[in-house]
């Protein structure tokens, strides 16, 4: 147990050692060990908040980060780059926040992105007004998949209102309608071994046959998936082009080839086009693009669904194209790091594509000055010359 000193002596060594006299010459004419007197002076150069002890380095690096945060707020504050975020997104911000993050309060919260309290409130009541909606729609849809699927997918909207209704669950068969159109439930009908032939025979068929070639922009989207080998897995790549101007309309990377990587590339794409009628959409026929999922969201989108023959990439032969171009100009040439490392050289290269790249079928220009061209003749009422 360490031995115990007055604090008389301990202040009498400390005013020494301040008024210049070595901790050696301390030690010989005290009689105590360095150790005590270092730990005195080093105790002495400290303070105590709460239950924790600071040095005084400590502190003033405490001080330099405050000035610094200090420094980078005021930065903030004059560059009014809050007056260009609009309120609403501000809103959202704050809530996501709010709720999953407990470290910060309202007060914080409101003062950093500049938002009343009350404002803030009303939107969080708004908010689980409208969280408590979808979780009622989302029960709902489960009811009403569940009772199709008790029937043995017989029952239509009627049946499924009237079992709802008695178990005291009142819904409109306008809206139980609309559930199963979105759910892509659809009950037996006099006529379903017709359709049911019919939309097998849909789905093999192949609507572009050969034909590559397209007269103006989102008629034909062709798609297809591919992957590479990344420091010992596998990353897949989905791309999707229009075969108007040759343009990659979307693409995504993802760790697994799912559906979702087809739904996620496609609904990008989709909206960023402007959500185009009339659309056909062209790929092989990989379990991504034949799974029902994917198929009631085209159909959902009003999107034609084409497919090639099994075993022949010739009848998807622009996307199958644009994979041999990526790896021989890009993915070959390099030797990637890490999926990061992969992602930015698709990002890169994508880029290069649309932007800088000419295209031979495109008369040596690029897909992004194509479209810009056709642009400008559809409005003077022109063709494009290539």
């Known amino acids: 147990m360490p031995k115990k000193y007055p604090e008389k002596l301990k202040s009498e060594v400390l005013a020494c050692f301040e008024s210049g006299q070595s901790v050696e010459g301390l030690c010989l004419s005290h009689k105590i060990a360095q150790s005590t007197i270092y730990r005195w002076i080093k105790e002495s150069q400290s303070i105590t908040v709460g239950d924790e002890r600071y040095s005084l380095s400590v502190l003033n690096m405490t001080m330099r980060q405050k000035d610094r945060a200090n420094h980078l707020l005021e930065i903030i504050r004059l560059s009014n780059i809050m007056e260009s975020v609009p309120r609403i997104k501000r809103l959202e911000m704050l809530a996501d926040i709010y709720e999953n993050h407990n470290q910060y309060n309202v007060h914080e919260l409101c003062d950093a992105l500049e938002v009343s309290r009350g404002t803030f409130y009303n939107h969080i009541f708004r908010r689980a007004d409208r969280t408590k909606h979808i979780e009622k ?59 049911y032939n019919k939309r097998l ?26 992957y590479f080998k ?74 034609r669904q084409s497919f090639s023959a099994t ?42 594509y649309n932007e800088t790249r000419p295209h031979r079928t495109l008369g040596y220009k690029t897909p992004e000055r194509f479209e810009e061209l056709y642009g400008k003749e559809k409005q003077e009422g022109g063709d494009i010359s290539i």
């Open 201 to 226: 025979d849909y789905k093999k068929q192949n609507h572009i046959k050969g034909e590559f070639t397209v007269e103006k922009a989102n008629l034909i989207w062709v798609s297809d998936i591919t």
């Open 311 to 352: 075993a022949r990439p010739c009848d998807n032969a622009v996307a199958e194209t644009f994979f041999a171009t990526f790896k021989k100009e890009e993915a070959y040439r390099r030797d990637y790091l890490s999926e990061q490392d992969f992602r930015k050289s698709v990002d890169n290269y994508i880029r290069f």
């Open 230 to 303: 990344v420091k010992g897995y596998s990353i897949f790549l989905c791309i999707i082009l229009d075969l108007f101007s040759r343009k990659i309309v979307g693409y995504r990377i993802a760790r697994k080839c799912s559906t979702h990587i087809v739904t996620a590339t496609f609904k990008n794409a989709f909206k960023e086009r402007g959500n185009p009628n009339g659309l056909t959409f062209h790929s092989d026929r990989g379990t991504q693009y034949t799974s029902d999922t994917f198929s009631r969201l085209l159909s959902r989108c009003g999107v």
């Open 137 to 195: 729609q989302e029960a709902l849809m489960l009811q009403v998949q569940q009772i199709f699927e008790d029937s043995g997918q017989r029952f239509g909207a009627e049946k499924i209102r009237f079992i709802l209704a008695e178990n005291g669950i009142q819904v409109g068969r306008p809206r139980i309608r609309g559930i199963m159109k979105e759910l892509g439930l659809e009950s037996i009908r006099n006529d379903a071994k017709k359709n």
